[in-house]
């Protein structure tokens, strides 16, 4: 029973500033390579697929050049990146986490790999902690709405190929931020996978900061 892993790179860092964090360093190794590192210690992980910005194409190949890591174009959003990654994926089940998240543990890749295959379809969560206001468009609170059923949404998240697939054909064209909401649009149950407040997504410098504290 083998698993892909999709590592989505296609974004242009525009949050960031001048350069692509996936290529900043922290210690020797870019945040690309430690947010794939953990992963290469699973043997039931058997392709590896990078869909990556047109303008970092290069400088992927040369990172991963002595390994058997895919490089392709991605495309002008997430959800067209992952379906076009989902193009080479042949295994029946198939990893996707976001490449500017180098804090990912074993731990939680081997959680994943167990429960997607009891569930078809699982994403990495975190409980919220903060307070959630909602607030209308001149700016007033409305109502403070009720966390203990709020969980804020991390990766890795986990599929069964063809149910991925399947909701990626179907919801062509769109622009969904994550791939859990594409089936949850279609009704198809998405279960949680308990994450961690370290796995941060890197989009500003004092994100970068944060990850080289713990790494």
Do not use: W
Not at 12 to 37: A, C, F, M, P, Q
Not at 170 to 191: A, C, R, W
């Amino acid at each position: 029973m083998g698993f892909s892993l999709i590592i989505t790179a296609g974004g242009t860092s525009s949050r960031y500033g001048n350069k692509n964090k996936l290529l900043e360093k922290i210690d020797s190794k870019t945040v690309i390579e430690h947010s794939l590192e953990p992963f290469k210690s699973f043997e039931d992980i058997k392709e590896i697929i990078i869909p990556a910005n047109i303008s970092a194409i290069e400088n992927f190949k040369e990172l991963f050049a002595d390994t058997k890591v895919i490089i392709i174009e991605g495309g002008e959003t997430r959800q067209e990146s992952v379906c076009k990654a989902l193009e080479y994926v042949k295994e029946e089940y198939v990893i996707i986490h976001d490449g500017a998240r180098p804090l990912i543990t074993k731990e939680i890749i081997k959680n994943i790999i167990e429960s997607v295959q009891k569930f078809d379809a699982v994403s990495v969560m975190t409980k919220t902690t903060d307070t959630i206001k909602e607030v209308d468009e001149t700016g007033k609170i409305i109502r403070t709405i009720d966390r203990s059923m709020l969980y804020n949404t991390q990766t890795p998240q986990a599929f069964k190929t063809e149910l991925i697939k399947f909701a990626h054909e179907k919801l062509k064209n769109k622009n969904y931020t994550d791939d859990s909401s594409m089936l949850e649009e279609l009704n198809i149950p998405v279960y949680i996978v308990e994450g961690s407040y370290k796995n941060i997504k890197i989009t500003s410098k004092s994100d970068l900061d944060f990850a080289k504290l713990y790494i």
